[in-house]
């Protein structure tokens, strides 16, 4: 992918979390690519620390039409603020699990203002592995 199509993605996940922005329940959306697909998710804030993280919805949501050959990621988060924008998040410790797991090759956007692409191993280099 080249810094443009990142941006896209970007620009796409920031509409997106203003589009189904709730507060106290859908602050936190992703996008995951595969070849020219696009797989949404928001995550679902649940009580009693149960909450969803949209990185796996979205993988789920891949996954279930068949669609395995990810690319790239990025989550971002939004308080519903108006005068201030959304920004990048980077997948918490169990979401980088799930991706490295079943997205080895994967590209994540992180950082704000630049944004830097991070392969899934730089986040997690060394991944818990149960299969040897």
């Keep these: 992918m080249s810094g443009q199509d990142y941006a896209e993605l970007l620009e796409e996940a920031i509409r997106y979390v203003k589009e ?9 959306v992703c996008v995951l690519t595969i070849n020219t697909n696009r797989y949404k998710a928001a995550h679902l804030d649940i009580s009693g ?3 969803v993280c949209a990185e796996p919805i979205a993988l789920s949501n891949a996954i279930s ?3 395995e050959s990810f690319v790239s990621l990025v989550a971002v988060a939004w308080d519903g603020n108006l005068l201030r924008d959304p920004w990048i ?11 490295a797991e079943y ?7 992180v950082n704000n203002k ?3 692409i ?3 191993e730089s986040l997690l280099p060394h991944p818990y592995t149960k299969w040897r």
């Design 118 to 120: 991070k392969s899934i």
């Design 103 to 109: 997205a080895p090759k994967l590209r994540v956007i």
């Design 114 to 116: 630049p944004f830097k």
């Design 49 to 51: 620390g149960h909450d």
């Design 89 to 99: 998040i980077s997948p918490c410790g169990n979401c980088r699990q799930i991706l």
């Design 65 to 67: 039409r068949h669609d």
């Design 20 to 28: 189904v922005y709730v507060a106290q329940r859908h602050h936190v």
